[in-house]
Nanobody, 125 residues
Framework: QLQLVESGGGLVQPGGSLRLSCAAS????????IGWFRQAPGKEREGISC????????NYADSVKGRFTISRNNAKTTVYLQMNSLKPEDTAVYYC??????????????????WGQGTQVTVSS
């Protein structure tokens, strides 16, 4: 059974850092591109980053470019999202998702088939 589990969320002060992990099981993650999304209360789910199956290609939403870094370790079947210089507006539930296709140029929910349950990130002083 294909499963994605996010971890690493929590409470952090503005300017701080967190690293989220997305652990995959039940499938060969090497064949899938992985995306990260977030959803703040009352807002639509926003695609923020994607990494290709090989890890050789990444893309980012403008809102996180230069602050967040996506990476993957296929041997450990895990994808990471390093988040630096966090801002209060980064507060949201963060989700990872998998697609058997390439990363879309714009990271949208409709291109991803498998989803984790999410992890809460709160940026507040």
């Amino acid at each position: 059974q294909l499963q994605l589990v996010e971890s690493g969320g929590g409470l952090v002060q503005p300017g701080g850092s967190l690293r989220l992990s997305c652990a995959a099981s039940g499938f060969t993650v090497d064949y899938y591109a992985i995306g990260w999304f977030r959803q703040a209360p009352g807002k639509e789910r926003e695609g923020i980053s994607c990494i290709s199956s090989s890890g050789g290609s990444t893309n980012y939403a403008d809102s996180v470019k230069g602050r967040f870094t996506i990476s993957r370790n296929n041997a450990k079947t895990t994808v990471y999202l390093q988040m630096n210089s966090l801002k209060p507006e980064d507060t949201a539930v963060y989700y990872c998702a998998a697609t058997g296709r390439n990363c879309p140029r714009v990271v949208v929910t409709t291109r991803f088939n498998y989803w984790g349950q999410g992890t809460q990130v709160t940026v507040s002083s």
